[in-house]
């Protein structure tokens, strides 16, 4: 059976398998880029075409209908690039001789500053997860999320040997497997370790009750293992609703954009932003000097001869 005999379902999954052993791609990775190329195969086989046959106008004509569906420019951009991966995959195969989506200019990815909080805002988040339920779990975790900028998916997979010992820096492993060491402020070094003891001890009963014992810092009962990151989204909001803060401008990620903001206002430099955050070019921090140009029109407004005049 040749490549253009298989079902389109075929070629993805040989995408997405090459793309895990050969690339080390998160789970998260696969999970998009099988959404979104189940989406074009979709698209594709009402109109009796196929993986092997579509043209550039036929991608053409399926980001036309994204845009039309009034989906986001980070969505089609991101869609896109999903399909120049599968074929350039089926190029390197020999599955195809060309790449229909090679020449396909995406719409490109928004300027729109990341959304962020104020400092007060995020002392009344973590104030509300540690007087939760589960307090010292959740006080834990927003103070980690904070203090190291990690992703919320690196937080609840972390394992509990990593904070063992009274770590000063924490090792995170994030996106493609990379490992990165990230400090600890003194209140997240202490709430970690106030919640490793009850951690332990519920741990330490449930073995005795002839329960497995978890490898992670925040277990669950749930298949994963750990506290899943779509439960701790549902936290955070209610986190909010109890500390006084919109919960339209709070997800974890806007705790990873507080950190780099904040420590960016502080006077931190782009390369260590760029290494705490583990992104792969500094050019994905650059986002965040906003925060500086802010910072030094208002330290010229308020020193600059000439501004200081004009006030007279």
């Not at 043209?55 to 036309?64: A, K, M, P, R, S």
């Amino acid at each position: 059976m040749t490549p253009a005999d298989q079902p389109m379902a075929h070629w993805v999954q040989a995408f997405l398998e090459a793309q895990a052993a050969e690339l080390d791609a998160a789970t998260n990775t696969q999970l998009a880029y099988a959404r979104d190329l189940a989406d074009f195969s979709g698209w594709l086989a009402p109109k009796k075409l196929h993986l092997s046959t579509a043209t550039q106008d036929d991608v053409e004509g399926y980001l036309v209908d994204c845009d039309a569906q009034g989906l986001a420019a980070s969505t089609r951009a991101r869609r896109l690039s999903a399909i120049k991966q599968i074929y350039r995959f089926a190029f390197e195969e020999g599955w195809r001789d060309d790449n229909p989506a090679i020449r396909i200019k995406g719409p490109g990815k928004s300027k729109a500053l990341p959304k962020t909080l104020s400092l007060a805002e995020v002392e009344r988040l973590i104030e509300a997860a540690c007087n939760s339920r589960d307090g010292l779990r959740n006080g834990c975790m927003m103070e980690l999320l904070y203090a190291t900028g990690m992703r919320v998916t690196e937080l609840v997979t972390l394992p509990a040997s990593a904070a063992r010992g009274n770590p000063a820096m924490l090792l995170v492993r994030g996106k493609g497997g990379k490992e990165r060491m990230v400090p600890l402020s003194p209140s997240a070094k202490t709430a970690m370790a106030n919640w490793l003891v009850e951690r332990d001890t519920v741990e330490e009963t449930g073995r005795l009750a002839g329960k497995p014992l978890s490898k992670f810092l925040f277990p669950s009962r749930g298949k994963d293992g750990h506290l899943t990151r779509h439960r701790f989204f549902g936290l955070i909001k209610e986190f909010a609703v109890a500390g006084g803060v919109s919960p339209a401008k709070v997800t974890p990620h806007t705790l990873r954009h507080a950190f780099a903001t904040h420590l960016l206002a502080g006077g931190a430099d782009l390369r260590s932003i760029q290494t705490m955050l583990g992104h792969a070019d500094v050019a994905t921090t650059e986002i965040y000097t906003h925060v500086l140009d802010e910072r030094l029109t208002e330290l010229v407004m308020q020193h600059h001869p000439l501004a200081r005049k004009s006030d007279d």
